[in-house]
């Protein structure tokens, strides 16, 4: 053989390599594109049950316990507790948009600037919602004319303070934080393939 042989098939051999290689990058593009988007999804299912879930709560548990009345315990109560539920149930409705505007046909970039405003805009809404929590339940209390100051009421208030101090916490430290990091270290490495 001659070296215009040798270097013939040594083109043809760095050739197939290098489509071997794109293929493989591509296939490993579509997988973690694919794992990405199936977390993407579930969020979405989760913010759609957030939509369901107040409306179904309200006329099943909280409407049929209510006695209408005029006093101004009622009155206030259902003013705190009713824009309380209406700030965090529009939020969820924009929380939901967001996601749904998420869409991996977009060019990586977009994506990954969607992800990390939607990241944001959740930690935001879930710390407004945790600092009103208190006002909403105050205002239930107020329309069940609930007793604060009692004997009988101070371990059911002590039980709430104490489950929503811990559902802070892992919410926080554990769930919307890692869920958001793990999604953005896969578009860093979708994008890597990229390149």
């Given at each position: 053989m001659e070296?215009t042989?040798f270097?013939n098939?040594?083109?043809?051999?760095?050739?197939?390599i290098?489509?071997?290689?794109?293929?493989?990058k591509q296939?490993?593009?579509n997988l973690?594109?694919?794992?990405?988007?199936?977390k993407?999804n579930?969020?979405?299912?989760?913010?759609?049950?957030?939509?369901?879930?107040?409306?179904?709560l309200l006329?099943?548990?909280?409407?049929?316990r209510?006695?209408l009345?005029?006093?101004?315990?009622f009155?206030i109560?259902?003013?705190?507790?009713?824009?309380?539920f209406?700030?965090?149930?529009?939020w969820a409705i924009?929380?939901?948009?967001r996601?749904?505007?998420i869409?991996?046909k977009n060019?990586?970039?977009?994506?990954?600037?969607?992800?990390?405003?939607?990241?944001?805009?959740k930690l935001?809404i879930?710390?407004?919602?945790?600092?009103?929590?208190p006002?909403?339940?105050?205002?239930m209390f107020?329309?069940?004319?609930f007793?604060?100051f009692?004997?009988?009421?101070?371990?059911?208030i002590?039980?709430?303070?104490?489950?929503m101090i811990i559902?802070i916490?892992?919410?926080?430290?554990f769930?919307i934080?890692?869920?958001?990091?793990?999604?953005?270290r896969e578009?860093?490495?979708?994008e890597?393939l990229e390149?």
């Amino acid at each position: 053989m001659e070296m215009t042989d040798f270097q013939n098939m040594w083109t043809q051999h760095t050739k197939s390599i290098s489509e071997n290689t794109q293929i493989n990058k591509q296939i490993l593009k579509n997988l973690l594109v694919t794992k990405t988007e199936r977390k993407i999804n579930w969020i979405k299912a989760q913010a759609i049950f957030n939509l369901l879930l107040p409306l179904i709560l309200l006329s099943t548990v909280l409407i049929p316990r209510i006695n209408l009345r005029t006093d101004s315990g009622f009155i206030i109560g259902s003013i705190l507790f009713g824009v309380v539920f209406t700030l965090t149930y529009i939020w969820a409705i924009k929380y939901f948009l967001r996601v749904v505007k998420i869409d991996f046909k977009n060019s990586i970039t977009s994506t990954k600037k969607n992800i990390i405003q939607l990241e944001k805009y959740k930690l935001n809404i879930t710390k407004l919602g945790y600092m009103l929590i208190p006002v909403a339940v105050i205002g239930m209390f107020m329309m069940m004319e609930f007793p604060f100051f009692s004997k009988s009421s101070l371990l059911p208030i002590a039980l709430i303070i104490m489950v929503m101090i811990i559902s802070i916490y892992i919410t926080f430290k554990f769930s919307i934080v890692e869920r958001f990091r793990t999604i953005n270290r896969e578009i860093i490495e979708i994008e890597k393939l990229e390149v």
